[in-house]
């Protein structure tokens, strides 16, 4: 039997049953009553009631105290992204039916760590990979796990609780879930490994590369972290938009996006494969999760009717060309077989002109060029495998994505 107090604890040894409690007595009419005894009749029937402290209200006094209220039933075309005036704690009709199927479409993509066989992994780690190879391991690893928190954190206490329509709210809460889910598979390879889990996980604060762009992202989002936000203030409502697009484009559109990548670049050489299939689940979320707020901001700014300032969206892709220029130059200080801290950057700028397109903004880096053309394969899982050497990794929606 479950324990409600520590439910992972042993099941205890069942204690013997005490005996049934036998009825109270009803006295009869004729007899007096005794201490103890059941009562009867109408002071029954209020004592009952002044024991639990609870009345019955009649149906139909029920109804009327409801319709006293004033409630009316709500028309889905009032919703709003933010700032909606309707009961957010009806769900349908959906406003926006789009978010109600990335929420379906996630919950068919369910997957862990545990599904992946990592044995090839602890000894390609040990015995194949070379110096430089660890290296980058160990710092995507490191960078891509505190990036995970950071993200959970955020979507979880500065995103999902300012949404009004809770068709937003429910994919965001499966999105919260699925950031959990990245970081436990971080930790399953670090575990795995055997790595020092002190020295990587520290290595965030000690890595100033890697602390960079921590950094940036910390200074954007904790603006909108704040409990005090009225996004009916104008100024407040751009800061959210920005902050939103931030996030979605960058950090988890391009950065994530392309920080996978030098582990793909061993995967395809053979190595750390178990590593790069869970990376490619992650993948496949994060594109889920780019493409889903790129439109929450969208929306937003269709509905609110914001004009976004050029200047800081200028400097918003200028600072975050140049965190990503720094970290790849600190992960790929040494150019692995087929990989290069060049065309990790020049990725980044063609990944992120993608992420304008999708938002209706100008490319901010125009003729970057596509310099690591099998990346979006990783995403588009359509493959098939032994399932005894890993797990098949296509989803059940499979296909390929499609970014407007």
Known sequence: MLNWDDPLAPPAAKAAEPAPALPPRTPSASEPPRDGDAPTGGNGAALKEQDTGVAEMDPVAAAQATAALGMKPVNPDDKRVVNGMTDVNQLAPF??????????????????????????????????????????YENVLAYLTTSDILAMRNIGLAVMEKMSAPELQIYQARQVYEESLHTWTYQHCIETIGLNQGEIYNRYRVVPEINQKIQI????????????????????????????????????????????????????????????????????????????????????????????????????????????ASYSGYILRDPILGYSKELHTEQFRFVANRRAKNLGLEAPFPGAENAVPWLDEQANMRKEKNFFETRVTEYQTGGALKWD
């Not at 068919?108 to 992946?116: A, E, F, G, S, Y």
């Not at 950065?255 to 190595?271: D, E, H, K």
Request: glycine share 4%; hydrophobic share 45%; net charge negative.
């Open 95 to 136: 406003k926006y039916p789009w978010a109600w199927d990335y929420f379906l479409n996630a919950n068919r993509n369910h997957w862990t760590p545990l599904d992946i066989n990592m044995a090839q992994d602890v000894h390609d780690y040990h015995h194949k990979l070379t110096l430089e190879e660890r290296h980058v």
């Open 217 to 324: 992202a910390n200074r954007r989002l904790n603006s909108i972290l704040r409990p005090d936000i009225d996004l009916r203030d104008r100024d407040e409502l751009e800061n959210f938009v920005m902050a939103y697009i931030f996030f979605a484009a960058i950090f988890e559109g391009s950065w994530f996006y392309n920080g996978f990548t030098p582990i793909f670049a061993l995967q395809r050489r053979g190595l750390m494969k178990g590593t790069a299939e869970q990376l490619q689940y992650i993948m496949r979320d994060e594109v889920l999760h780019a493409a889903f707020g790129i439109k929450v901001a969208k929306t937003i700014m269709q509905e609110e009717k914001i004009d976004l300032d050029p200047k800081a969206l200028r400097t918003m892709w200028d600072e975050a060309e140049a965190a990503e």
